[in-house]
């Protein structure tokens, strides 16, 4: 397979977030979870950015991962996120995701709403399949970090296929409102 050129790119990434681009060509995406990626001086990677939250958080991640073919790798580092975005990152790649409710909920977060719900099966199950999670979660030092990117920095994709990436906005959460006001009221009444 040969490198998606810069040019072919203009459209990446696809949804917005609090993220730095660097190569669009490295093969390599950078999570820091809760921790400043500005301040750990990182290089050679295609996005680097933080990611707090165990559902929209994951799937701006996945959707941005996925859309840039030549992506192969995923760093996860840096404090884990009081919603621990890293462990159910880690553990959507162990376990998956149970379907049963009609929600996409990851089996075995430790999150309280861990749902991707807004992105299909077919894109989780792409993530899966074609991207190697590294876990360095709780890593801050930047030798660590970087060491770990360039040695993933020519590694190829197992399959790139071009599909739709839905569209994740700031209203999406609204359909799990329901769902949260149970798991507070829940906890309360204990």
């Known amino acids: 397979m040969t490198r998606t050129e810069s040019s072919e790119m203009n459209s990446w990434p696809l949804t917005d977030g609090d993220y730095v681009i660097g190569d669009p060509g490295s093969s390599v995406a950078v999570v820091t979870l809760s921790s400043d990626h500005q301040t750990l001086g990182l290089q050679n990677y295609a996005i680097c950015g933080t990611c707090f939250t165990e559902n929209f958080g994951i799937q701006k991640v996945i959707v941005n991962v996925l859309s840039n073919p030549n992506i192969s790798c995923l760093i996860l580092c840096g404090k884990e996120s009081k919603h621990f975005a890293g462990q159910s990152i880690l553990t959507l790649v162990e376990n998956g995701v149970s379907t049963m409710g009609g929600y996409k909920k990851i089996i075995g977060s430790m999150?309280?709403?861990?749902y991707l719900d807004e992105i299909s099966m077919t894109a989780i199950n792409r993530?899966?399949?074609?991207?190697?999670?590294?876990?360095?979660?709780d890593t801050t030092d930047h030798?660590?970090?970087?060491?770990?990117?360039?040695?993933?920095?020519?590694?190829?994709?197992?399959?790139?296929?071009?599909?739709?990436?839905?569209?994740?906005d700031e209203n999406s959460w609204k359909k799990y409102e329901n769902i949260v006001q149970q798991n507070t009221m829940s906890k309360i009444k204990k």
């Open 127 to 137: 993530f899966l399949r074609e991207i190697e999670v590294i876990d360095l979660i």
């Open 111 to 114: 999150g309280v709403i861990p």
């Open 143 to 168: 030798g660590t970090i970087q060491n770990k990117i360039d040695s993933c920095s020519h590694k190829e994709r197992k399959e790139a296929a071009n599909h739709i990436m839905p569209v994740i």
